[in-house]
């Protein structure tokens, strides 16, 4: 069976390579852009130079700095203001997931109208949106290379699954020393999110050659690699190989697709407002877990790649060790419970029932090698409260 390969048709990648963002403008041809990011970043003075390095090669540029962890619909809404008043003719996102995806979803409604929830999956998206250049300041999302965005209702605090060719960025520019700065907990949660990327593409049931190639590259480097720059944050060539292997994810998931843990872990946002990587983080092991019988072998091949299993193994066994290896490793990263995190226990036990029907509402569940029922979503959403 043919599948559709989607990827940026420009990529910079390497230290330094945020310099060339001008002229990978000129390229597009963008006269006009609007760049969206958030106010971390405006205060780090990242938003602003890269601002003047546009402006200093002719192209005027606006700024839209109110994107909000987990973006939600009021602030896209508040983005497309931004982008329609400053008459702009492109974007350019600069920052983690959410200025990324909030740009993604700026860009549907400029070109097509309406509102967000009218292109939640499997709503198609008409119309192409304006030229959109990425540049990822974390190495976890893989936004900057992939088909989807992902949309917070405000009025339902529903997490809302967009996808469509159109949403692949024209360009990215991936540059490691951007992310020399990113504190402990980003950097685990991040490069955790980038790793479940990667075995989730990898066992999916729309799992293909190419897109296991970018997966098994990520996730053999960021098993590698996390605990390096989670202690030693300033280890540039680790840096370096978490970013390339975070790309490298993006890459995989969105040529093939994410499963059960992405399904089970937007709701747990959405309600909670727990970083999108630390739920992914929370839900893995027993994800896994629950899943590794339907695909003993491409999860032991997991175990393998990344090194916790050798050959000499049977798959059974190696899937073993993998799910023994994703707990561990939570540990080793801090990685809290839902209780530990601090949610409140009877909200969250009483939304259970809710945040199963809109995890399977998304589609994800339905990519997963193990195809959960509602009733063992909420045993999940249970087995990992503490």
């Known amino acids: 069976m043919a599948i559709e390969v989607l990827l940026p048709p420009i990529i910079k990648i390497g230290g330094g390579a945020i ?5 990978v403008l000129k390229h597009l041809g963008v006269k006009h852009p609007l760049i969206v990011t958030d ?5 780090m003075g990242l938003a602003g130079s890269l601002r003047q390095q546009i402006e200093k090669a002719g192209i005027a540029c606006g700024v839209f700095s109110e994107t909000v962890p987990d ?3 009021d602030a896209v809404i508040a983005g497309l203001q931004a982008f329609v008043q400053g008459k702009h003719d492109g974007l350019v996102s600069l920052g983690g997931g959410s200025p990324i995806d909030s740009a993604k979803a700026i860009g549907i409604l400029a070109s ?3 509102r967000a929830s009218d292109y939640k999956v499997p709503n198609k998206i008409p119309h192409v949106s ?3 250049l990425a540049i990822p300041t974390t190495a976890g999302t893989g936004s900057e290379v992939s088909r989807f965005t992902v949309i917070t209702d405000s009025e ?3 997490k809302m699954l967009i996808a469509g060719a159109s949403l692949v960025p024209n360009a990215a520019i991936v540059d490691f020393e951007l992310t020399l700065s990113m504190p402990g907990r980003l950097t685990a949660d991040t490069g955790t999110d980038s790793l479940t990327h990667a075995i989730e593409a ?6 293909n050659a190419f897109a296991d190639a970018f997966a098994m590259a990520a996730m053999k480097t960021i098993w590698a690699e996390l605990l390096t720059v989670f202690h030693e944050p300033g280890n540039r060539r680790a840096r370096e190989s978490m970013m390339l292997a975070a790309t490298q994810a993006g890459m995989a998931f969105s040529n093939a697709s994410v499963a059960l843990v992405h399904g089970m872990s937007r709701p747990i946002g959405a309600h909670f407002h727990v970083p999108h990587g630390l739920s992914n983080a929370m839900l893995l092991p027993a994800v896994t877990a629950f899943s590794v019988q339907a695909a003993e072998g491409r999860y032991a091949e997991c175990a393998r790649i990344i090194g916790v299993a050798s050959q000499l193994d049977s798959d059974a066994h190696a899937g073993g060790k993998l799910v023994d290896a994703l707990f561990a490793r939570n540990q080793d990263l801090g990685v809290p419970s839902p209780k530990q995190f601090g949610i409140p226990e009877q909200r969250y036990f009483s939304l259970i029932p809710t945040m199963a ?3 399977l509402a998304s589609g994800s569940p339905q990519n997963n090698p193990r195809i959960p029922t509602k009733t063992e979503i909420e045993e999940i959403y249970r087995q990992i409260w503490n």
């Open 357 to 359: 029907e809109q995890a």
């Open 112 to 114: 097509n109208g309406g």
């Open 19 to 23: 310099a060339e963002a001008s002229s």
């Open 130 to 132: 304006p030229l959109h």
């Open 156 to 158: 339902t605090d529903e």
């Open 202 to 207: 990898y066992v999916s049931r729309k799992a």
């Open 71 to 73: 973006p939600t619909t």
């Open 39 to 43: 106010p971390v970043l405006v205060r």
